[in-house]
């Protein structure tokens, strides 16, 4: 490794082989690679590792990747030797990009990276069948919901934020008023003053697919699409449909915005694999944890759960997962359909393994009772 | 392994700081490279602790800037210091002095509070330590802000004009990781992620940190707390939290752990009521079995 342009071109092979593997790492990285890998031990293989850990700035979420790379790619002793003569071809546990067969022609881009390729039955085989048509929510109930959501919106964004910002009212800004007493040579003819920023929300709702919610996930998701429309928040709002998969629904709702939100709703049914099939609420959430958590949710973040608990898997996972929720989040709603009916008591196994992890429990049969939802997705 | 690799690991380790060859090999990139080095990791892993051995390792002021939502410009880099210019104007008016005269005295660096970020750049001794603590809690916006302080070492004030650093501080910031870092900031850092340490590790820092409480205890100790993070807890202990622990222990005079000891004491390693009540009575038995078994 004694030929610099040899470690130049080692490197920049590293890096796009962790880029094919979504690791972020740009030219910027690169270089500070390169800078350090000219500082230490190029013989010590460990120290060669750690050094690029340092100075491609390697998240714990992308370590493994990263090792396992390392591993494979990076070799004590190059020399003459083209180390990444298979470079391409390595896959990588969990994190490789679909490989088996073409990419189906008329698929998103975006979708290929969150959807998982179908090869897994999950509980229920006929799931595939079971997609039904989008007849239930009806043009005129959409039409309301749109112009109360309008109506409703504002109410949004209330949380005040512990920055400051000039305004008319509020408490006495020094700053600014002592700028303004010399303009009228050191008198204070008026005070600047101060408060405290109205913050938006973020939002992260995790929708229940499976069978026993397929009457109300359409019209919930429907509601948070017009919500999230709506919403200035738009841009830091997250969507998820889950059952026995976790998909990540924001990257098309991108790229169908301006459309009908039927539309939309159909085209979610047919990309979401197992629409109104079983479910499995405790890993789908664990999944959340695992990929999404870090990035997705902040104590900023309303974190969202439109689901009737009605789960046959095993309820550990599920509780651990709403734990890491729940502390992470300013605040976890639970919107629950039979909630709705008086007589409900939350015994559902699942849904009595998340209460203690619930800030509020809500009932989401109808509009109105979606209605008392704004006020709780701020302040 | 270079030499000055090794020689900084046995510097920090005298001054009682155990740090890996992760830690040492980030620090001094970070050093050589003249770039701030940005520490991830759980509450109590030991991040803040590095920026304070290497300020006492180069024998430099440590300059803390602890973030906070809602931390601006002026608490953050420099204030004028009004109540002082308003007395200085009256003043000046009794002596006729001239809008431009009145404006050279109260707009000089005399009246100016400097705040950590100024005076981490504007020290004449040398370079200092800045450490920035919790960046996570600070909004975007001050992130934003921050990256422009730290890619140039220059401020500009507007009745100054332009400051520019004396010496380029090293600079360390922590993170907890509550939010995610931007980016752009976190391209601008090297990066280091500290995990919780591993038994041995653990054991020695206790040895280093305190001596009183004997290798026995030491050793039980560490294999307690290897054996609690494995459980599922919602706030797991960092090493912090193992050395109060050990301290505890100590000047209540217990030699090695049984049940009692520990449910008295369990609140120095526990922060969550959650964690508390889940191990508590019977439920700490296995956790016991592992660590002195």
């Known amino acids: ?379 | 392994m270079r030499a000055e690799i090794a020689t900084l690991q046995e510097d920090m380790e005298r001054l009682g700081y155990i740090a890996d060859p992760a830690i040492t090999t980030a620090l001094f990139l970070s050093r050589e490279m003249r770039r701030p080095l940005l520490i991830e990791g759980d509450a109590g892993v030991g991040k803040t602790e590095i920026a304070k051995v290497l300020a006492r390792l180069l024998s430099t002021e440590l300059i803390r800037l602890q973030c906070y939502e809602g931390l601006d410009v002026s608490t953050a880099l420099y204030e004028w210091n009004y109540q002082r210019q308003m007395l200085r104007l009256r003043l000046a008016e009794q002596e006729h002095k001239s809008a431009d005269e009145i404006e050279d005295l109260i707009f000089g660096r005399s009246y100016l509070l400097e705040r950590p970020l100024l005076r981490a750049i504007t020290r004449r001794e040398g370079p200092a330590v800045l450490l920035i603590d919790e960046i996570d809690r600070a909004d975007d916006g001050f992130e934003a802000f921050l990256l422009e302080v730290l890619s140039d070492f220059q401020v500009t004030i507007p009745e100054l004009g332009t400051i520019r650093a004396e010496h380029i501080p090293y600079v360390i910031l922590t993170s907890n990781r509550t939010r995610e870092i931007g980016d752009a900031l976190r391209r601008r850092c090297l990066y280091l992620y500290i995990e919780h340490p591993s038994l041995e590790k653990e054991v020695r820092i206790l040895r280093a940190r305190v001596p009183g409480a004997g290798a026995a205890l030491s050793e039980e100790i560490g294999r307690f707390m290897q054996a609690l993070r494995r459980r599922r807890l919602s706030k797991a202990p960092g090493v912090a939290e193992t050395i109060d622990w050990a301290q505890a222990l100590l000047h209540l005079h217990r030699d090695h752990l049984d049940r009692e000891t520990v449910e008295e004491t369990l609140g120095c390693i526990l922060k969550d009521q959650h964690d508390l009540r889940d191990l508590s009575g019977a439920a700490l038995d296995p956790v016991l079995a592992e660590a002195t078994g």
């Not at chain 1, 979420?61 to 002793?77: G, H, I, K, S």
């Not at chain 1, 990035?295 to 789960?311: E, N, Y």
């Open chain 1, 1 to 379: 490794m004694s030929d610099p342009s040899d470690l130049v071109h080692h490197l920049a092979d590293f890096s796009r082989a962790l880029r094919d593997h979504g690791v972020g790492i740009n030219m910027s990285d690169e270089a500070d690679g390169l800078s350090a890998l000219t500082l230490i031990d190029l013989g010590d293989r460990a120290e060669v590792r750690r050094a690029l850990r340092t100075a491609l700035k390697i998240r714990p979420r992308d370590l493994a990747v990263f090792e396992e790379l390392f591993d494979r790619l990076w070799t004590a002793r190059t020399g003459s030797a083209r180390l990444l003569a298979q470079k391409r071809s390595v896959p990588v546990a969990g994190r490789s990009r679909p490989q088996s067969g073409a990419p189906r022609p008329g698929r998103d881009a975006a979708l290929e990276s969150v959807m998982p390729e179908g090869e897994e039955p999950g509980y229920s085989p006929e799931a595939v069948l079971r997609r039904k048509p989008f007849d239930e929510l009806s043009p005129a109930d959409l039409l309301a919901m749109e112009r109360l959501l309008a109506r409703l919106a504002l109410r949004l964004a209330t949380r005040r934020s512990r920055r400051r910002v000039p305004s008319v009212r509020g408490e006495i800004d020094l700053r600014r008023s002592f700028r303004r007493a010399i303009a009228h040579g050191g008198e204070y003819l008026s005070l600047a003053r101060r408060t405290r920023a109205v913050e938006e929300p973020r939002l992260v709702v995790l929708c229940d697919t499976s069978g026993s919610m397929d009457p109300h996930a359409r019209f919930l998701l429907g509601f948070m699409l017009a919500l999230r429309r709506v919403a200035k928040s738009e841009r830091s709002s997250e969507i998820f449909a889950f059952n026995t998969t976790l998909v990540r629904l924001t990257p098309f709702l991108r790229t169908l915005a301006p459309e009908r939100l039927s539309r939309v709703l159909e085209r979610l049914a047919a990309e979401v694999p197992d629409w109104a099939g079983g479910t499995r609420i405790g890993e789908c959430l664990a999944e959340f944890v695992d990929h999404h958590l870090d990035q997705r949710v902040d104590a900023r973040t309303v974190v969202i759960i439109l689901s009737d608990g009605l789960d046959r898997g095993d309820i550990a996972p599920l509780a651990d997962a709403m734990r890491a929720i729940h502390s992470r989040a300013r605040r976890v709603l639970w919107l629950n359909p039979l909630a709705g009916d008086q007589r409900y008591e939350p015994t559902a196994r699942a849904m009595a393994a998340a209460l203690p992890y619930v800030d509020q429990l809500l009932p989401a049969h109808n509009l109105e009772s979606l209605e008392r939802l704004l006020p709780l997705l701020a302040a």
